[in-house]
């Protein structure tokens, strides 16, 4: 109950996952900037403290409310970054505003932000979010999560579950 009152009051929540606290049989594997657009406040899951933060970004654009709603929880690291991408992946959007008009309302935010959109190819959504993420050399990831049911999500899996399970980087 106590964390559950200091989450709500508070506008992110830093998780330290068991595997950056080096505890033997560590399963966990929240390594990702996970602004849920569920959720009233932000939270940063990371693998250890990293050398860079925020200075690039890839927002991992899906179209989805719960998306928007993490960038507008990330505000405070898009005005400081360096670089901004705006990634989508092929058949891994929902009905909504295009990379393109994402991109220009950030514009109007002042940011400097490009586009990217990649084919899947072979891969899960997920795994080219990761793929791509790495190849533009991010030190920060912004996904929102659980487009669909984590009941969904469970049983035919999902980005947000692969990255949450793979990411290397916050």
């Known amino acids: 109950d106590a964390i559950r009152t200091d989450v709500i009051a508070s506008d992110m929540m830093i998780c330290v996952t068991e595997e950056s606290l080096n505890l033997a049989g560590a399963t966990a594997s929240c390594t990702v900037v996970l602004l849920c657009g ?17 200075e690039r970004i890839v927002i991992a654009w899906n179209g989805s ?4 709603r993490t960038i507008a929880m990330g505000m405070p690291f898009l005005h400081r970054a360096d670089r901004i991408t705006v990634l989508t992946v092929e058949k891994g959007l929902v009905p909504g505003p295009s990379a393109r008009e994402l991109a220009l309302s950030l514009r109007r935010h002042g940011l400097h932000v490009e ?3 990649v084919a899947a190819d072979h891969r899960s959504p997920g ?44």
Request: with cysteine; aromatic share 2%.
């Open 65 to 68: 409310s719960e998306t928007a």
């Open 38 to 54: 569920r959720k009233q406040h932000s939270e940063l899951c990371v693998p250890e403290i990293p050398q860079t933060l925020g």
């Open 115 to 117: 586009t990217l959109e």
């Open 127 to 170: 795994e080219a979010i990761l793929d791509e993420t790495k190849k533009l050399g991010a030190d920060l990831l912004i996904k929102g999560a659980y487009t669909h049911s984590r009941l969904r999500q469970m049983i035919f899996g999902g980005a947000t579950s692969h990255i949450l399970a793979e990411a290397d980087m916050p």
